[in-house]
């Protein structure tokens, strides 16, 4: 069993930042295939960046420059450091893990319950 918990959505302005953050629980190792993916209501959830067990990323070009993803091993601990953030990455934000092939579109084995993120104009 695997869990993953995020926390540290927000509100925050266009052109701010925000850094949600994840932590991963129970039979797993944590060198896994990690991501993010985010979905607003009504609309297909979208990846947001991945990091492989060689630290190797993943990520669509809507993020490129200004999301960056990261681990401390120590802590079981998963970021996502959003700069420049516009009113379009507003959505819900799920931590991921466990993929066959490790990029940001993979189908991910274990999902969060996510954490909000809005970004006002």
């Known amino acids: 069993q695997v869990k993953l918990v995020e926390s540290g959505g927000g509100s925050v302005a266009a052109g701010g930042s925000l850094r949600p953050s994840c932590v991963a629980s129970g039979q797993f190792y944590f060198n896994n295939c990690m991501g993010w993916f985010r979905q607003v209501p009504g609309k297909e959830r979208e990846g947001v960046i991945s990091m492989d067990e060689d630290g190797s990323t993943s990520y669509p070009d809507s993020v490129k420059g200004r999301f960056t993803i990261s681990k401390d091993n120590a802590k079981n601990t998963l970021y996502l450091q959003m700069n420049s953030l516009k009113p379009e990455d507003t959505a819900m934000y799920y931590c991921?893990?466990?993929?066959?092939?490790?990029?940001?579109?993979?189908?991910?084995?274990?999902w969060g319950q996510g954490t909000q993120v809005t970004v006002s104009s």
């Open positions: 991921v893990a466990v993929a066959r092939y490790c990029f940001h579109r993979a189908d991910f084995g274990y």
